[in-house]
């Protein structure tokens, strides 16, 4: 079998980084952050959220759970990819929440990863 030096390099990095990836619990992580926007209406500000889920929630696996435009919230429900991707050693699938509760001149966001 022939050897090349990305072999070399991979398959040792990785046989030690899979058994603490696998043994460790995962915990969630949350943030939260008010931004400013002055000049728009709740509305407004709700309608350029809804869109921008609508152009990142694509796939199957991330989708928009709630939605009140009275209200001004909306969450959705998504999945990430991270990891060396040009290598394809390791990826990880990060599953996490998204809301966005709007009013007149400002929205919060609230992120949390679920799982990872």
Not at 38 to 45: E, F, P
Not at 82 to 102: A, F, S, W
Request: with cysteine.
């Amino acid at each position: 079998m022939k050897l090349n030096l990305l072999s070399l390099v991979a398959l040792p990095l990785f046989t030690l980084l899979l058994p603490s990836c696998v043994t460790q619990p995962t915990v969630p992580v949350e943030t939260t952050e008010v931004v400013e926007v002055s000049g728009q209406g709740q509305r407004a500000i709700y309608d350029k959220s809804r869109q921008w889920f609508s152009e990142y929630f694509v796939s199957g696996e991330s989708v928009v759970d709630y939605e009140d435009p009275q209200a001004g919230t909306i969450i959705g429900k998504g999945v990430g990819k991270i990891g060396t991707y040009p290598l394809g050693i390791i990826e990880y699938n990060i599953k996490y929440t998204l809301r966005i509760d709007t009013k007149d001149g400002r929205f919060k966001v609230s992120a949390k990863v679920l799982q990872h």
